[in-house]
């Protein structure tokens, strides 16, 4: 080996070892000398839009005549909630099942077999909210015979998300303060910040369990939409001395 190399690995292994020496000093000053907060923010808003599932499901003997009596009412179904909705409104099949039914019987401690059942979900987004009973009592009306869930959300979503994580970073940095003020430390720059979002919580009502009856009692009384809940989070660590 010449001496040149002999220099230029000894050079290579200075340099690593004072970076090395450097960086882990660095990090234990900033381990010593920092504050580590979290804040949270929260807006409540009106929401703008919802969302409705409903269901058509039908029984029979054989597959083809469980199939064909659900498609039947499910096009009556989808032709009168097409009829009710303003044209910013969307219609969607989203799930179709066809499937055999057996029940337990407690006497012959068996399963029998009690037909076929055929079931055709349907999802409405309106921005109507005003029209919501309406379009429940419509669809049951025609044949809908359950209603899985009713949503309510907001098209802002990401300008409300903003304000909430504003609100988030000023209940950060009061927590700073605070602590700051109690320790007798300075605060200084800020060295991290770490936002993050819930996703909205809409308010929500489940009808499931209604059946065809229940739902134009349901749908002559006015629903409300309420608020939705959007929350912002944030970790930030701030220099102290």
Known sequence: MTNKNVIAITMLLIFTFLHVYNSGAQDGKFEQHTINVSGRGEIFITPDVANISFSVETMADTASKAAKDNADK???VLETLKSQIGKDDKLSTTAYNLSPVYEYNNQTKKSEFNGYRATNTIV???????????????????????????SFDTTKRDKYRREALVKAVEDAKTTAETVANASGVKLMKIYQISPSYDYPIPVYRDFAARNKATFSEAASTPIEAGEISIKASVNMVFGIE
């Open 124 to 150: 409405v987004k309106t921005y109507n909210l005003n029209n919501i009973g309406k379009l429940i009592d419509s669809a049951s009306e025609a044949g809908s015979n359950n209603i899985q869930g009713l």
């Open 74 to 76: 499910t096009t009556k």
